[in-house]
């Protein structure tokens, strides 16, 4: 009996071996781009006969992959790495046969399906549990044609986001209901101690190269993104080339009334790159017109655009030593001041809008007087087991001026305000990935963010208005990835928060003669300290079907200078300067089929001590109290034919208060914008010419009653829907030159901008810009 059972087990495990070994199957791979050179962490998805993904592989630093998991059988392998064009391949594989494929990997500009502000680190979108909008160099280039604000363009594409203002600055601009961080390649441009609302006007959409928006809170990058990120990508230089770049000159004019209106645009890029050096080198200068409405009249200089000349120097150069370091050093400086020959006769809300006439302003030119941005960055990715990391050193310097008041309401007697802010500090980002099987793949992200911010508001007569607030934050994180069975993958980070704010001895500004209505304040320093987490789950294994989940956390101490400058104690200790963390929760979806993309989410936003900014006694004072603001996105776009494309989005946003008697109320139009509706029509007839008609719609809202003395307060006032169509065109003159133009508000709408209907402020009731035409002529070389 027991040689009969010794029998049988020599059988079995004879057959069991026997089907090992006839199982066995090995895929070899080596992927390089165009000159030869290997390359690391290379994405290589592998589909079966029926287009199921099977497994993820990802390239070692000689550029090679291995796998011995799968079935004999057909398969498809897709090779896709950020900067080169995704490339794909069939294979069959045999039992008992080591098959050795190759990839060429060829550069590409097209980078819509990887994003990299999401993780600090470039990932595919289908493996981030966000909500994502990327705007392309491309879609850029059109919109500029229409109007070459980079604040419009933003609001007219992303949903989400509050549509322009027609000012310099972006105020009530929000995404999703919150304040945005808005960084240039990574560097901080917000305020975060005073929202000065001058952030996303902070570089001219001719250095651009692409924007990422990273939609909720988010823990991996800190103070000020409650409500989300903006990232600037800029330029880098083309591949190939010695020396090239593009020359531009363009003009643009109101269409129906011209006179006075007629603008100009100059901007020359040279880029090129020589053996292990590259270079992009920028400038830019634009000067707006006179701006008017639908009905000729000269629209109101409140912190507009009319009459402003832009100014914009970009430099970037770039050190590759080997294939696996870099160095860069950037330089940007923004400069937008309105010179106006106009000033101000103030209308009434709702009745007549207020006007330009011509006149001398007593102040200081309004805008940006300058925004300094540099850094120095080193990468590295080859660093023992598998690590790659990147450190970054930045100084920024920051200077916004707003308009002259005969009147002030804070302060006694006339005055002119502008915000201060310098930041420096050091991002230091590593990352490290590890295979544990073919079906549980991770890579750990961690770091360390230094940030030095010191910022103030005063008149330019001396008076300080908010005093100097120096702050030092010091925050570590890391966020682990796991990509589970191929298709699910699970993000999970934590980020420390540890900030102190110092603040010297001071005194709240006079709001009557003799010091009258000033308070001395004791200084001291303002701790802050928190833990912020985030969690999120995708599924991508299906086109049709990828949904994410996902709970975050934003920091922010976004109007601590609003606190300190309305002070009512004498110390520090009894001012509500408390953080404001955001809990964001959001459930989504995005789905490929046929010629279809849709995407979808709804999202809910919570905080128990929010900085809800309403007007009490005419000023506008943060309220520390809880918050809920929840909304929802929805986008579709479909691919027809290769000359037609259409699409259209939808996003909602709603928020509420809670009162210290538990009474819920809405909040202003700062916070929450209308709902908003885009569509467009792309048609392109041949391979030179290019037309797109878009539609921006804004909502009604109406949340609030006038107050007692029959007048609206301070941002609460009723906003009509606004609908608008602007028109742009490329076309394609030969390899060299191209002629770009487009139409705002092509059928001449007569309207008044969103922040003009919710801010029931008499002197910023003013139109909206009528018909304008743009047009430029590019030559590259």
Same mark, same amino acid.
């Given at each position: ?6 029998? %049988? ?10 089907? %090992? ?182 570089? =001219? ?247 030095? =911010? ?47 704010? !110092? ?172 709902? !908003? ?12 010419? =290019? ?91």
């Amino acid at each position: 009996m027991k040689q009969l059972l010794l029998f %049988a087990s020599l059988c079995l495990l004879t057959l069991s071996l026997s089907f %090992a070994q006839s199982q066995k199957v090995t895929l070899k791979g080596l992927i390089t781009d165009d000159k030869g050179a290997p390359l690391q962490d290379v994405t290589i998805k592998v589909l079966d006969s029926i287009g199921v993904r099977k497994t993820i592989l990802k390239t070692d630093q000689r550029g090679q992959f291995v796998t011995n998991t799968l079935p004999e059988g057909n398969y498809k392998l897709i090779a896709s790495y950020i900067g080169y064009k995704e490339t794909i391949k069939e294979v069959q594989l045999t039992t008992n046969t080591a098959t050795q494929i190759e990839f060429i990997l060829s550069q590409d500009i097209a980078l819509n399906e990887v994003v990299i502000t999401a993780g600090r680190k470039p990932e595919s979108i289908d493996e981030v549990p966000s909500s994502i909008s990327i705007l392309s160099a491309q879609e850029v280039k059109e919109q500029t044609n229409v109007n070459p604000s980079i604040a419009t363009i933003l609001g007219n594409t992303i949903p989400g986001l509050g549509t322009g203002t027609n000012k310099a600055t972006n105020s009530g601009q929000t995404l999703r209901g919150r304040q945005v961080l808005v960084l240039i390649d990574g560097i901080p441009q917000s305020t975060p101690l005073m929202n000065g609302a001058r952030d996303i006007r902070t570089l =001219d959409p001719a250095v651009i190269e692409r924007v990422e928006v990273i939609k909720g809170a988010t823990s991996i990058y800190g103070n000020g993104s409650g409500g989300g990120i903006i990232n600037f990508i800029t330029k880098t230089p083309a591949v190939g080339k010695r020396f090239g770049g593009t020359t531009s000159i363009g003009t643009s004019g109101n269409l129906v009334h011209p006179s006075k209106t007629i603008g100009y645009r100059i901007s020359q890029l040279f880029e090129g790159s020589i053996d292990k050096f590259s270079y992009v080198i920028s400038g830019t200068y634009n000067y707006t017109g006179v701006l008017k409405d639908a009905k000729g009249e000269v629209n109101a200089q409140a912190d507009g655009l009319g009459e402003n000349n832009l100014y914009n120097t970009f430099i970037k150069l770039a050190y590759k030593p080997n294939e696996h370091s870099a160095f860069t050093a950037s330089y940007n400086l923004f400069r937008s001041v309105q010179h106006s020959d106009y000033v101000n006769v103030v209308g009434k809300y709702r009745e007549r809008p207020s006007i330009g006439v011509k006149g001398d302003d007593p102040g200081e030119p309004a805008g940006t007087p300058y925004n300094h941005n540099v850094f120095l960055s080193y990468h590295h990715d080859a660093l023992p087991y598998r690590t790659s990391l990147d450190i970054t050193a930045y100084y920024n310097r920051f200077v916004s001026m707003n308009r002259y008041v005969e009147q002030g309401t804070a302060w006694y007697g006339p005055g002119q305000t502008k915000i201060q802010s310098f930041k420096k500090g050091l991002r230091l980002n590593l990352n490290t990935p590890w295979t544990i099987h073919d079906d549980l793949q991770a890579e750990l992200t961690y770091g360390l963010d230094l940030l030095n =911010d010191r910022t103030n508001q005063i008149l330019t007569d001396g008076r300080v208005y908010i005093p100097d607030m120096d702050m030092v934050n010091l925050a570590p994180y890391a966020q682990l990835k796991l990509d589970l069975w191929n298709h699910l993958v699970l993000k999970g980070g934590v980020r420390y928060e540890n900030a102190n704010v !110092k603040v010297k001895d001071f005194n709240t500004i006079a709001t009557g003669p003799n010091g009258e209505g000033s308070i001395a304040v004791s200084g001291g320093k303002i701790p802050y300290h928190a833990t912020m987490f985030n969690v999120g789950l995708r599924y991508n294994k299906y086109d049709f079907l990828n949904p994410f989940i996902s709970f975050s956390q934003g920091f922010a101490i976004n109007e601590l200078g609003r606190i300190l400058r309305r002070a009512t104690q004498s110390t520090l200790e009894s001012i509500e300067t408390d953080p404001i963390i955001t809990n964001n929760y959001e459930l989504g979806i995005s789905s490929r089929f046929d010629i279809f993309h849709l995407t979808a989410a709804y999202y809910i936003s919570t905080s128990k001590f929010g900085a809800n900014l309403v007007d009490v006694g005419g000023y506008l004072v943060p309220q520390r109290e809880p918050e809920r603001v929840y909304g929802y996105e929805v986008t579709a776009d479909a691919f027809l034919s290769p000359q037609w494309t259409v699409g259209a989005s939808y996003s909602f946003v709603e928020g509420k208060s809670e009162q210290e008697d538990g009474t819920k109320v809405y909040m202003n139009g700062i916070r929450i914008a209308p709902p !908003k509706a885009t569509a467009y029509v792309a048609f392109r007839p041949s391979s030179v010419f =290019d037309l797109k008609l878009n539609w921006v719609y804004t909502g009604d809202r109406n949340r609030f009653e006038p107050r007692s003395n029959g007048l609206f307060a301070n941002s609460e006032g009723p906003v009509d829907a606004v609908n608008l169509l602007n028109l742009s065109a490329l076309y394609r003159i030969n390899n060299k030159f191209s002629l770009g133009m487009g139409v705002e508000n092509l059928l001449n709408n007569s309207y008044y901008p969103v922040v003009s209907q919710y801010r029931a402020i008499d002197a910023e009731y003013v139109r909206g810009n009528g018909a304008t035409l743009t047009m430029n002529l590019s030559y590259n070389f």
